[in-house]
């Protein structure tokens, strides 16, 4: 197999991946942060199973096994890319990966939707995404991750920080 026949192949199979593992619609999402509750933790259970097995996919699907915050900036991006997100990574050291993230399914809804419930979706798939990503590429408890909800807020764009943790 040819080099641009391997990388199409694994664009399919991470296409087919995230067709296999997709986030619950918007329409079933919103009424549940809504009322909050138990309904909501049954929400984000789901939603971080699916992240877990989108991120562990993708990272199979390219072999990498490095932990380091390079590995994590490379699976994020393919994550986002392949999830529609708009994004441009800020920064990227040893310890640090930041990307500013332009557009968001949250920002696709009524006007009408109350800024805890869009506060809410942000936290909901943003500390799962985060979890999961920095526990798989990283190990657990290896990193933390950050966002300033700067979309829903009005910004033109949210920025999302991945720190490594101080061995302790």
């Known amino acids: 197999m040819r080099g641009g026949e391997l990388k199409k192949t694994a664009e399919r199979r991470i296409r087919d991946l995230l067709k296999k ?44 096994r490095d932990s380091n915050m390079k590995t994590l900036a490379k699976v994020l991006e393919i994550y986002l890319a392949f999830g ?26 009524s006007e009408d939707l109350g800024p805890n419930v869009k506060s809410r979706f942000c936290d ?10 920095n526990n798989t590429v990283l190990g657990p408890n290896r990193g933390v991750c950050s966002w300033d909800k700067a979309l829903i807020k009005g910004a033109g764009k949210c920025t999302l920080a991945f720190e490594l943790t101080k061995d302790r």
């Open 124 to 133: 909901l798939v943003c500390a799962s995404a985060a979890k999961v990503i």
């Open 21 to 64: 593992h997709p986030y619950p619609p918007l329409e079933v999402v919103i009424p549940i942060l809504e009322k909050s509750g138990h309904g909501e933790q049954e929400l984000a259970a789901q939603v971080n199973e699916i992240d877990l097995s989108v991120i562990t996919g993708i990272k199979e699907i390219l072999g990498v």
């Open 84 to 109: 529609g997100q708009e994004f441009r990574p800020v920064e990227l050291t040893e310890s640090k990966f930041s990307i500013s993230i332009s557009d968001c399914p949250m920002l696709h809804v």
